[in-house]
């Protein structure tokens, strides 16, 4: 292999660039925590307590278990499988190529409308400011961006743009520098609120500590608590551009998701206790800081006669969604090279960079700030369904290729598989269950665009994609799971179009029980170990004359 190779460069020979291997344990770590610390930091108190009162918190801790759960599985895959867009490759490698794109898929489709949704929670944070929503208004009374909003929200996704371009290390730098100043502000913030603010009354206002049940519990989990925990993928997504991906990857997620998840409960205690008692009486956990505050944080530390904190929550209001929304334009481009796409789509640039993958997305993502309707709370629930749906594919992923990738090292292993593959797919289906049937069909409808795209490019035979290679029988199991669960979804008690016939709290057992079902069907119906090595080894063989990781086979 030549040195050109192995560093991505463009030879004499003309070999392409690659990935580069350029991001240490630190920026891989920085790269997951960013991303669990945007927009939810600011928002997820307020929307959590609005649907479960006090108990608030045990919907963060809930939330924490399942998704270090899920956390642990993706450490060992990420370890065992150290590949760029890391989500749709596993399943590829488990399932063949329609199921790996499938999978590819829907990541994409909840990656690359992070960044725009980030972007318009910092604009609504920043609106709160008065003097801005007087003379320079960014947000409508309904909750969308005004045409000057939308200017704004547009040079922050060229910014965005500009500084993925620029390459992976340069990505994992100006990250970092982002990531230590978001994660101090939070804690900043519940320290000056405890002190100066703390009403342990609170936690049981307005119908005690659970005014509103199990049922508000699970509620709050899709309505911004997920959403504030996820991201910890983002380690795995970046792994073909690891320094040492065997080693710093298992330990780079797991490092992100404990530190996120500790941070938020904080936040969340904060929040609550500092509330103004009167206020909270007056209104109910409706409106427990007034209707139409875009910036709970930024009202109580006025409120607590911190105003220099307040002005350091509306600098954070721009940093912390900013970055997040920095680190998912670069790893929607990755997942889209993992995907498959066009040669086109694909080249890399001599910064070792899929360019015209980071276009696109920066594209989508203008493209969805264009467009009118939903405000963060409703975008925050399809997005979160989006991400159970790719979280579900792992646990199932890695209990196929641990019985039919015998040979494979893992130099992470998640604890006691036998239990926590199958509890980690089962909390992947709470989510989308909790998540109601509304995003449910809708997601997946969008799941059905997708597979029909792919059938299209075999059509056209496009790059990679075969029908006859698409490995239809190990994919059998994902139509009647994601039908199942449209089912269960219709039938069951969250969201506001469902028939409300399975049983109160039972319903979280049959959907547990559905998902188990489905966890050992779609497991046998995974692809033999001769072909299973075979897609592995010759991905390896890609890499290894690469210098990065390889445009996945999509048949």
């Not at 040195?3 to 344990?25: D, E, I, N, W, Y």
């Not at 982002?178 to 900043?188: A, E, Q």
């Not at 049940?213 to 925990?229: D, M, N, R, T, Y």
């Not at 029909?452 to 059509?459: C, D, K, M, N, Q």
């Amino acid at each position: 292999m030549t040195a050109s190779a192995r560093t991505g460069s463009t030879s004499s020979t003309g070999s392409a660039p690659a990935l580069k291997r350029t991001v240490g344990f630190w920026g891989l770590t920085f790269v997951s925590l960013g991303s669990i610390i945007g927009s939810g930091w600011l928002l997820g108190a307020l929307t959590a307590a609005k649907f479960a009162g006090g108990s608030a918190l045990i919907s963060w801790v809930l939330a924490a278990i399942m998704l270090i759960v899920l956390a642990l599985i993706h450490a060992d895959l990420g370890g065992a499988y150290p590949v760029a867009g890391g989500t749709a490759r596993y399943p590829h490698y488990a399932f063949g190529g329609f199921a790996g794109f499938t999978a590819g898929w829907v990541t994409y489709l909840q990656a690359v409308f992070i960044a725009p949704l980030e972007v318009e929670a910092s604009l609504s944070y920043v609106n709160s400011v008065g003097s801005i929503s007087t003379d320079f208004p960014l947000i409508n009374t309904d909750g969308t961006l005004t045409g000057q909003g939308i200017v704004v929200g547009i040079l922050a996704m060229l910014l965005f743009t500009f500084v993925n371009l620029g390459g992976a290390r340069w990505l994992s730098d100006s990250n970092t520098g982002i990531v230590i100043w978001k994660t101090l502000v939070p804690l900043l913030t519940i320290v000056v609120l405890i002190s100066l603010s703390f009403h342990p009354e609170n936690f049981t206002a307005n119908g005690g500590f659970a005014p509103f049940g199990f049922h508000g519990i699970f509620a709050a989990l899709p309505a911004g608590v997920v959403f504030a925990l996820q991201g910890f993928e983002q380690a795995s997504q970046m792994a073909g551009e690891a320094k040492n991906p065997k080693k710093d990857v298992a330990r780079a997620i797991i490092l992100a998701m404990a530190i996120g998840a500790l941070l938020y409960l904080l936040l969340e205690v904060a929040f609550v206790g500092s509330l103004d008692p009167a206020t909270l009486l007056k209104n109910g956990w409706e409106n427990p800081i007034g209707e139409g505050d875009y910036g709970p944080y930024y009202t109580l530390a006025l409120a607590a006669g911190a105003g220099w904190l307040a002005a350091i929550l509306i600098i954070d209001a721009v940093v912390s969604p900013g970055g997040t929304g920095l680190i998912y334009v670069g790893t929607t481009a990755r997942i889209s090279y993992a995907l498959g796409l066009p040669n086109g789509l694909t080249r890399i640039s001599a910064r070792g960079v899929p360019i015209w993958s980071i276009g696109l997305a920066s594209l989508l993502g203008i493209a969805a700030l264009l467009v009118p309707g939903s405000g963060w709370l409703q975008l925050v629930g399809y997005i979160t369904g989006a991400t159970a749906i790719m979280y579900a594919f792992a646990p199932i992923s890695l209990a196929a290729l641990r019985l039919a990738d015998l040979k494979r090292e893992h130099p992470y292993t998640v604890p006691a598989p036998m239990f926590l593959l199958p509890l980690g797919f089962v909390f992947a289906n709470l989510i989308i269950y909790w998540g109601g049937f509304d995003a449910t069909w809708r997601l997946s409808a969008a799941v059905l665009v997708g597979q029909i795209l792919f059938v299209i490019a075999a059509l056209v035979k496009a790059r990679n994609v075969n029908l006859a290679k698409a490995r239809w029988q190990s994919a059998l199991w994902i139509w009647p799971w994601l039908i199942g669960m449209c089912i269960l979804g219709y039938l069951g008690d969250f969201g506001t179009t469902q028939l409300n016939v399975l049983p109160a709290d039972w319903d979280t057992l049959i959907v547990a029980a559905f998902a188990v079902a489905i966890f050992y069907f779609a497991v046998s119906r995974r692809m033999s170990s001769d072909d299973v090595e075979a897609q592995v080894e010759e991905d390896i063989e890609q890499e290894e004359e690469t210098g990065g990781a390889p445009v996945v086979h999509t048949a």
